[in-house]
């Protein structure tokens, strides 16, 4: 079983920059797991912000790309959001997720991750 924890969300200004950090259960999880980050906020739909398959391959939402970077630290299986250039409308709930599945499979499929965090929030104001 994998399980997911989020930290790093908060409050940002816009033009700043947060992290976000999710640490996963396992050894070396981001050889075997295509991972991701996903966000909802209040009165939209959850949406996949950014991706990185286990072969190190990234996707980003066309409203994040060239301000967001997602990677990740294997030996400490640990998944980052580098978040910069932060917009008030970047404010939701952030989630890690995980699957043996491409996130391109899963949209393909019609299907969510198999495994989730409990979501961190981050809030973009001046």
């Known amino acids: 079983q994998v399980q997911l924890v989020e930290s790093g969300g908060g409050s940002g200004q816009p033009g700043g920059s947060l992290r976000l950090s999710c640490v996963a259960s396992?050894?070396?999880?981001?050889?075997?797991?295509?991972l991701g980050w996903f966000r909802q906020a209040p009165g939209k739909e959850r949406e996949v912000v950014a991706a990185?398959?286990?072969?190190?391959?990234?996707r980003y939402a066309d409203s994040v790309k060239g301000r967001f970077t997602i990677s990740r630290a294997d030996a400490e299986n640990t998944l980052y959001l580098q978040m910069n250039s932060l917009k008030p409308e970047d404010t939701a709930m952030y989630y890690c997720v995980a699957d043996r599945r491409r996130m391109t499979r899963l949209q393909t499929l019609g299907e969510t991750p198999d495994y989730w965090g409990q979501g961190t929030q981050v809030t973009v104001s001046s």
């Open positions: 396992g050894y070396l999880f981001s050889r075997y797991y295509h």
């Open positions: 990185i398959d286990s072969d190190g391959i990234t």
